[in-house]
T-cell receptor, first 110, second 113 residues
Framework: NAGVTQTPKFQVLKTGQSMTLQCAQD?????MYWYRQDPGMGLRLIYY???????DKGEVPNGYNVSRLNKREFSLRLESAAPSQTSVYFC?????????FGSGTRLTVV | QKEVEQNSGPLSVPEGAIASLNCTYS??????FFWYRQYSGKSPELIMS????GDKEDGRFTAQLNKASQYVSLLIRDSQPSDSATYLC?????????????FGRGTSLIVHP
């Protein structure tokens, strides 16, 4: 029972490079989310997907794009990474009883 | 913007004591409330959910919700050093058919032997 799986766990990018963070859940949840967590800032919602085929912006969407590939997978793309995007990124999925988080991706942009 | 406020702490309590963590929120429409625990370098994990006014108990944890006063709290009885972590309060509100969780910044709890 894997829950929510995120890859990679760690990544270092140079400014301007692009990358995609992958997320997959095996709990048959409709809703999926991408958060970033910075020291002192808590969890901030980047994008969410209420169901397969739909995506919406959250609190801090600038510089990111997402794809809900199917019900299981929700990816986050950084087209041109900036140092301000250095953060820990969490993917989550939800049922009525709460939200389950992946183990996170620690991203550093130099 | 849904605001969720938590005292960042740290809250320091001795082993065996009751730890009381509080959270206030600004909107009256939110229906669901959650408490998460996050150990350093790890992902948040769900402790409890609460949906209606009053108390909800689960083992050593009790969640309290007061919608009229717009606060939710978490009590941890018989605190253990293993409870030392950051505790995140979250509320969920409906928006355009979706349910959007908003998290507070968390309260750091230290339980000392």
């Amino acid at each position: 029972n894997a829950g929510v799986t995120q890859t990679p766990k760690f990544q270092v990018l140079k400014t301007g490079q692009s990358m995609t963070l992958q997320c997959a859940q095996d709990m048959n949840h409709n809703s999926m989310y991408w958060y970033r967590q910075d020291p002192g800032m808590g969890l901030r919602l980047i994008y969410y997907s209420a169901s397969e085929g739909t995506t919406d912006k959250g609190e801090v969407p600038n510089g990111y794009n997402v794809s809900r590939l199917n019900k299981r997978e929700f990816s986050l793309r950084l087209e041109s990474a900036a140092p301000s995007q250095t953060s820990v990124y969490f993917c989550a999925s939800s049922a009525d009883s709460g939200y389950t988080f992946g183990s996170g991706t620690r991203l550093t942009v130099v | 913007q849904k605001e969720v406020e938590q005292n960042s702490g740290p809250l320091s309590v001795p082993e065996g004591a009751i730890a009381s963590l509080n959270c206030t929120y600004s909107d009256r429409v939110s229906q669901s409330f959650f408490w998460y625990r996050q150990y350093s370098g790890k992902s948040p994990e769900l402790i409890m959910s609460i949906y209606s006014n009053g108390d909800k108990e689960d083992g050593r944890f009790t969640a309290q919700l007061n919608k009229a006063s717009q606060y939710v709290s978490l009590l941890i009885r018989d605190s253990q050093p293993s409870d030392s972590a950051t505790y995140l309060c979250a509320l969920v509100h409906a928006s355009g058919g979706s349910y959007i969780p908003t998290f507070g910044r968390g309260t750091s709890l230290i339980v000392h032997p």
